[in-house]
């Protein structure tokens, strides 16, 4: 067993004595004075799916007058899988409209953010979430979070399949606790607390939080070796065998700490569900029982699995994870991986149903300045209730298991409010773009993300043209800072924010999500940028290889 560690950080003291994640929350819920919660309270709301944040655009104005800051909350479903009803979308709809910003996001783990909650409209929103079968369980905190699958139908016959797997999992790995309940929808507090004893989490709960990924190859669109968990569905003549297990994936680091990095996870080995999927579901329980025993607890930088397997060495996080499972992993099976993209616009599936692919740009589900009014068509969508909602990792937005009879009715309602020309009409690399919230709700940011990207993709698609580059596939992504949200690492270009207006460029990675990219220029802004990447279609242009993507080429002649 792992050696007990010392110098816990304080955020183990808090998990310890929170009763049950419970802290008092109560209590600062009827504060009227202030918009926010707690200190400790603050740690102890992430494991309820939201977080504490404030608008730091206005922090300087606020501060001027004397006021706090102004507080409110981000509220995040647990979606396993990503998929909505069309009531469930109807109401996520009001719910925004009437308690938050107004603005529904996709998230790069398929599900949705409502940011601009304000304290005293917590409960009413998790109440009303909860009237339709939603809640946000787990959604932030040191636990498993939101468990994440292929989402596009198309992908294979047994789609449904590893969905249910992706929805089971997160259901097995929920906490015991019935805190949440007690506290968003004032249920009747449990008398004998051997009720919610806990044999996964104990009272500490995991040292960081925790990941989970299933893919069906040849798409990697969830990102599967970004994960702690990844599992690779086998599937031989339309049958699923089993998963290769790969384990210790993660994209966070800290500028200038040479001990913290972005890892891919390694893959371990094959597990078997043809017979009974019990060995799958026991080695998943068991990783995490491992990264809570060896996991550090006391450097919160270093607290992923990704260290663990590093300090155990692989060969060592194997063993121990079999000593656990009490079987030894098969070796694992061969898969192929071609790509990370979604499948935009209208197909069919082998079930005779349609799926219209929706490009929501950066998540944002509004209704644009441009007519391009994608909220109200999704509303209207959902009031047909002929449609379900499923989101993509790549913040997207699949209008899915629609029948024949219902395609033309659909069809009139996205041409009608502009989103079937919105879609088409994206370039190539807008439609493979992706950026995190970053400012001005991330408490973390050090630079804008989603609310510049799409203008500095305007940029490079000129510079692209004047290359005459334009058809080229080319995976884009931004974080406002190194915490790896928006998976920036794992793209052919990515940018990490270091300062207002200032970004780390790296190249290098490629189409499947099987390479980091590499640190190219330091601390670029804009102009920099858009003259080093010009630079660097130029040299594509001219010397690439027959058929060679550009990230191919940028690791192959530009970072090595």
Not at 311 to 320: F, N, Q
Request: glycine letters at 8%; charged letters at 30%; one cysteine or more.
């Amino acid at each position: 067993m792992a050696t007990e560690q010392k110098n816990l950080s304080p955020v183990e003291r808090i998990k310890v004595e929170s009763d049950g994640l419970r802290g008092t929350l109560n209590e600062s819920l009827k504060d009227e004075i202030t918009g926010a919660i707690r200190e400790d309270d603050t740690n102890l709301v992430k494991f309820h799916g939201m977080y504490m944040q404030d608008d730091r655009d206005r922090r300087e104005e606020r501060a001027a007058k004397k006021l706090e800051r102004l507080y409110s909350f981000m509220i995040r479903l647990r979606l396993p899988g990503g998929f909505l009803t069309p009531q469930q979308w109807v109401a996520t709809h009001n719910i925004a409209g009437e308690n938050s910003t107004g603005v529904i996001k996709i998230t790069t783990r398929q599900t949705i953010q409502l940011h601009g909650i304000v304290k005293s409209k917590t409960r009413p929103t998790i109440k009303a979430f909860d009237q339709v079968g939603l809640d946000s369980i787990a959604a932030c905190g040191d636990v498993n979070r939101n468990v994440v699958s292929s989402a596009n139908p198309l992908e294979s016959p047994l789609h449904e399949r590893i969905y249910q797997y992706a929805d089971r999992i997160s259901e097995y790995l929920l906490p015991k606790t019935r805190g949440y309940y007690e506290v968003w929808l004032e249920d009747e507090k449990i008398i004998d607390k051997k009720e919610e004893e806990d044999p996964l989490y104990q009272d500490r709960y995991l040292p960081r939080k925790f990941k989970i990924g299933l893919v069906i190859p040849p798409n990697n669109d969830s990102d599967v070796f970004a994960q702690d968990l990844g599992l690779i569905a086998i599937i031989e003549n339309n049958e699923l065998k089993g998963f290769n297990i790969a384990v210790g994936g993660g994209l966070s680091f800290t500028h200038g700490n040479a001990e913290t990095y972005p890892r891919l996870a390694s893959i371990l080995g094959f597990v078997s569900v043809e017979e009974s999927d019990e060995k799958l579901f026991k080695a998943v329980y068991e990783v995490l029982t491992v990264q809570r025993d060896f996991g550090n607890r006391s450097d919160r930088k270093r607290a992923r699995v990704k260290y663990t397997i590093d300090a155990l060495t692989v060969d060592g996080y194997r063993k121990e994870l079999e000593s656990r499972i009490g079987f030894q992993l098969e070796e694992a099976r061969p898969y192929k991986l071609n790509s990370r993209k979604d499948h935009y616009g209208w197909a069919q599936s082998d079930t005779g149903l349609w799926h219209y692919t929706v490009f929501v740009e950066n998540g944002r589900v509004l209704d644009l300045e441009n007519g391009v009014v994608l909220k109200t068509a999704f509303l209207e969508v959902a009031q047909t209730g002929k449609a379900n909602f499923r989101f993509t990792c790549n913040q997207n937005v699949i209008l899915s298991d629609i029948t024949p009879e219902n395609k033309a009715e659909i069809e009139q309602i996205l041409a009608k409010h502009n989103v079937l020309a919105h879609t088409e009409a994206a370039s190539l690399l807008r439609k493979n773009a992706m950026a995190c919230v970053a400012l001005p709700t991330c408490p973390l940011a050090l630079a804008e993300a989603q609310r510049y990207l799409p203008e500095l993709i305007t940029k490079i698609d000129e510079v692209l043209a004047k290359h005459a580059l334009l058809d080229e596939e080319i995976i884009i992504r931004m974080t406002g800072c190194p915490n790896g949200c928006g998976r920036s690492v794992l793209s052919e270009i990515g940018f990490i924010g270091t300062a207002p207006g200032r970004y780390n460029l790296n190249l290098g990675g490629d189409m499947e999500g099987e390479r980091l990219n590499v640190l190219y220029k330091e601390n670029l802004d804009e102009a920099a940028i858009l003259q080093e990447l010009d630079t660097a279609f130029g040299l594509f242009k001219q010397n690439r290889q027959l058929g060679e993507r550009f990230g191919d080429f940028a690791y192959r002649t530009l970072v090595n």
